[in-house]
C-alpha cells in the first residue's frame, strides 16, 4: 500500500502476502523464535510503536508504553524471549527490552542515541550502536552483568552490526577505507577482517545459521540485496 504493510513470503520472494492490510504505516518486522509471530513497528495508534501478531496477521496488539518506539529486535533463543527496541526520549533514543506480552519493560542504555539493537544467538547479549561519543561505535552489552565493551571504534562510520551463529563474531558496516564496506570483528572488538570489496556501498548485513551473509548493496545500480559466504 501508499502507507506501508508487510509481506511474508518464501525464499524465492514469490507469493508474497500482505498480512496487515492497514491504513497505518507497519514497517520493520522481526520474527519470533518459533516463526508463529511478528513483531513490528506502526503508527495506528498514534506514535510509532511496538506491536506484535500472528504470522498470519491476526492478534495484533501492542506492546510497548507510551512514546515513540522503533527498530524491534526479537531474540532468536526461545527460552530468553524478549524483544529489544529503541524509544525516543528526552532528546535521546535509549534501548529498551521487553517481554512479548508487553511485561517487564527494561531500559539498558543511560542517554544519548543509541540504535541497531541486535541479539546475539544465545540471548545473553545485545549489540548496538551509541553515538555518545558523536559518531556511531558499535558495542556489545551482557545483559547478566550490565556490562558492555567496544567492538568497534574504526575511523569514520561503524554500524549495522550482526551476530554469526557461532555468537563469536559480528558483520558490521565500516566507513574506514573509504565508503560503506562490510567487514567481520571478534565480540571484544579483535580481528577486524574485510568480507568484501566493491565500487558501491554495502549495508544492511544478515547472517544465516548456514554461514552465509545476506545484505544490501547498490553495485549494480540500485539497492539489492545479494549474498555470500563469510
Known amino acids: 500500500s501508499a502507507n506501508g504493510d508487510i509481506y511474508v513470503s518464501g525464499p524465492s520472494g514469490k507469493g508474497a502476502v500482505n498480512i496487515t492490510r492497514s491504513n497505518a504505516i507497519d514497517v520493520s518486522p522481526t520474527w519470533s523464535p518459533d516463526g508463529g509471530r511478528i513483531a513490528f513497528v506502526s503508527d495506528r495508534g498514534g506514535n510509532p510503536g511496538i506491536y506484535i501478531m500472528n504470522s498470519n496477521g491476526s492478534g495484533v496488539r501492542r506492546i510497548s508504553g507510551g512514546g515513540y518506539a522503533t527498530d524491534p529486535s526479537w531474540s532468536t533463543n526461545p527460552r530468553v524471549n524478549k524483544i529489544a527496541f529503541v524509544k525516543l526520549e528526552g532528546g535521546g533514543a535509549n534501548i529498551y527490552t521487553v517481554n ?35 559518531k556511531p561505535v558499535v558495542y556489545v552489552h551482557s545483559l547478566a552483568t550490565g556490562q558492555r565493551n567496544v567492538a568497534a571504534n574504526f575511523k569514520g562510520s561503524n554500524s549495522a552490526p550482526a551476530w554469526a551463529p557461532d555468537g ?59 549474498r555470500m559466504s563469510a
Not at 508487553?102 to 544465545?122: F, H, I, V, Y
Open 100 to 134: 512479548p506480552d508487553g511485561s517487564g519493560e527494561k531500559r539498558l542504555t543511560a542517554g544519548g542515541r543509541n540504535e541497531n539493537p541486535a541479539w546475539s544467538p544465545d540471548g545473553t547479549r545485545l549489540a548496538y550502536v551509541s553515538f555518545e561519543s558523536k
Open 168 to 226: 563469536r563474531r559480528l558483520a558490521v558496516v565500516l566507513t574506514k577505507d573509504g565508503q560503506s564496506q562490510l567487514y567481520s570483528v571478534n565480540a571484544d572488538g579483535s580481528g577486524v577482517q574485510r568480507l568484501a570489496s566493491s565500487a558501491g556501498i554495502d549495508t544492511e548485513p544478515s547472517w544465516s545459521i548456514d554461514g552465509m551473509i545476506y545484505f544490501t548493496s547498490d553495485r549494480g545500480g540500485s539497492p539489492q540485496i545479494y
